[in-house]
């Protein structure tokens, strides 16, 4: 069964957060995950305060938590501490 990383963030210095970007893309493409939204145009409805929505699709749960835990991932967001505020959440598919 799919399952997603559904991320919401804010942005708070872009140039060290282009260091995660540049790191977690081939991270996330070596566990086989496939970005399904990176950033484009939205519009907020309920809440408000992240600008920025990015959805990936994994093949499994289990795939989509191992890619998170991964060593490599856990040194990427490293550059995210200081440069963004983000919820992050890892949620199973319907199919």
Not at 2 to 10: E, I
Request: with cysteine; net charge negative.
């Amino acid at each position: 069964m799919k399952a997603y990383w559904v991320v919401r963030g804010h942005i708070l210095n872009s140039d060290e957060y282009g260091k995660y970007i540049q790191l977690a893309g081939p991270i996330i493409n070596k566990y086989h995950g496939t970005f399904l939204s990176r950033g484009g145009k939205q519009e907020e409805k309920e809440g408000s305060g992240f600008e920025r929505t990015v959805l990936i699709e994994f093949n499994s749960f289990e795939e989509a938590l191992f890619c998170y835990s991964s060593d490599e991932y856990q040194e990427a967001l490293e550059f995210v501490k200081n440069s963004a505020e983000r919820l992050v959440v890892i949620v199973e598919g319907l199919h």
